[in-house]
């Protein structure tokens, strides 16, 4: 291990972020590099416990105890070899994952975590900056052809593993270019383009395929689609949104948050076309959804320079340490402040939304209630309302980011393949799904999830994938395995 006291010397340490006001003019990442030395006392923190639950929170298997030590003794290249042998894209999940392996660090029993997130990204960024990361074309090609739907992080994440087996992949995508969510879904301030850029143009010298502009399911079928290829993976994402089925939800001012934010997206990329209605330049805001994509939003309207930001929970507050029916190595359901919320606006919870209200169709006011969690005597809960407690906000733009409700399913009936009760693609333990030759993985199958569960779902996607083409034995590793790929 790196240095057994370490974590009893040196506390945890952030990475440094550009000043709040600096960072709201303009769009670029607000995360700063590490300095070398504290990346080396961070890694020294890790104490190598004997059964590393991290190993258990990382869907992917990370090896986190040891890319740490290779860090804290100073052999960066080495651990970039021991990150991407499990995660082909350290570069993106040290920017955008949650960190499920720091809930169930054994330090956090107690105390702060390890920052394993951002030495995911120190590390990637050391390799990219040494010419570390370079193109690995297949030792052989198998003649074996793989379609891939959507180019997000479990598509881009199986073809990667597809074309490491040898099999000629090609990943479809509806969209001018090539990420998906990473793209579009994501602002530019957690993530910034030439970041996804850099990975695809290197899939691409991998000899990785991508045609864009393809709409499969419309202008192409999934079923002419299917005879182009051996196999077909289906990894399109969970884009349909959760509507709020309010009296006024027809206004004008009223926005899905994935429109909101692609359009945003698309005016950074330079390849947009700027919508009154979806700038919130001197408007009341109000943001429903607390989570991610809610954030995400609120970044967005402060930095386009909204009047007022109030972003909206339906929930209460959560608590600020974790409760006795949340114990560690469980998911801490404790009360954050994202990079967004620091920056600004407000925040409200336990705020049920019953009506909007509008004059010659625009949205002008939304009636809410508030409301409190009411247990039974049998454990269950539900949500009521406070008597008395109705309130109105003063609203011009409405961006609802309340969650994503499953995978746009349309053409998908002319393969045979099984839609999930829960309006997702039914797969099995292997990812396959009832059509022969059909799989799929990540949001389409899984429900909207984690960055990290979409690309250990592509991996193992990929490998079942291999082992069908290839007579039951697939070359490529298991979770977490020692391997080259």
């Known amino acids: 291990m790196g240095k057994p006291t370490g974590f009893t010397e040196w506390g945890r340490v952030h990475a440094p972020k550009r000043d709040k006001q600096e960072r709201l003019g303009d769009y670029r990442e607000f995360t700063l590099p590490l300095a070398a030395e504290e990346a080396k006392r961070q890694a020294g923190r890790c104490m190598d416990c004997g059964v590393p639950f991290c190993h258990q929170g990382c869907p992917l298997g990370n090896l986190i105890p040891d890319f740490n030590e290779a860090v804290y003794r100073g052999r960066w290249r080495e651990a970039y070899e021991l990150l991407s042998r499990t995660n082909g894209f350290p570069e993106m999940t040290g920017r955008l994952c949650p960190a499920p392996c720091e809930a169930a660090c054994v330090l956090a029993i107690d105390r702060d975590a390890v920052t394993i997130e951002q030495m995911e990204k120190e590390i990637s960024e050391r390799a990219f900056a040494e010419g570390w990361v370079k193109p690995r074309q297949p030792a052989r090609r198998t003649g074996r052809t793989v379609g891939v ?19 000629t992949v090609t990943v479809y995508e509806r969209d001018a270019h090539v990420g998906g969510l990473l793209r579009y879904g994501i602002p530019d301030f957690k993530l910034e383009k030439s970041v996804v850029d850099r990975r695809i143009a290197l ?34 994402g969970a884009r349909r949104a959760r509507e709020l089925e309010v009296e006024g939800r027809e206004l004008s001012g009223v926005v899905q948050a994935m429109e909101y934010l692609e359009h945003q997206n698309r005016l950074v990329g330079g390849h947009g076309e700027a919508q009154a209605r979806l700038d919130a330049s001197g408007r009341n805001v109000v943001i429903l959804g607390g989570g991610d994509t809610g954030s995400d939003c609120l970044g967005t309207a402060l930095r386009q320079g909204a009047k007022s930001v109030r972003q909206v929970e339906l929930f209460p507050a959560p608590p600020v340490i974790r409760s006795a029916e949340n114990p560690w190595p469980r998911w801490p359901v404790v009360f954050r402040t994202s990079s967004s919320q620091e920056e600004g606006g407000e925040r409200a919870f336990a705020m049920m ?14 009636h809410a209630v508030k409301v409190e ?21 003063e609203v011009d733009l409405l961006i609802l980011a309340m969650g994503f409700t499953g995978p746009e399913t349309t053409g998908l009936e002319e393969l045979g393949v099984a839609i999930s009760p829960r309006g997702t693609v039914q797969v099995d333990s292997r990812f396959a799904t009832s059509a022969e030759g059909v799989y799929s993985a990540g949001d389409a199958s899984r429900g909207a999830s984690l960055i990290v569960w979409a690309l250990s779902d592509g991996r193992e996607a990929a490998k079942s994938i291999d082992a069908y083409l290839s007579g039951g034995v697939s070359v490529l590793p298991t979770r977490g395995a020692d391997s080259p790929f």
């Open 353 to 366: 939304t019953k009506r909007l209200e509008g004059t010659e169709g625009k949205l002008e006011r939304l």
């Open 373 to 393: 969690v009411q247990r039974s005597v049998g454990g269950g809960a539900r949500l009521v309302e406070v008597p008395g407690s109705e309130t109105t906000l």
């Open 203 to 236: 899939m691409e010298a991998e000899g990785v395929v991508f045609r864009t502009g393809v709409d499969v399911g419309g202008s192409v079928s999934f079923r002419e689609l299917r005879g182009r290829h051996d196999a077909l993976l289906l990894a399109m």
């Open 149 to 167: 739907v959507g180019s997000g992080p479990a598509g881009l994440a199986a073809a990667a593993q597809l074309n490491a087996a040898g099999h």
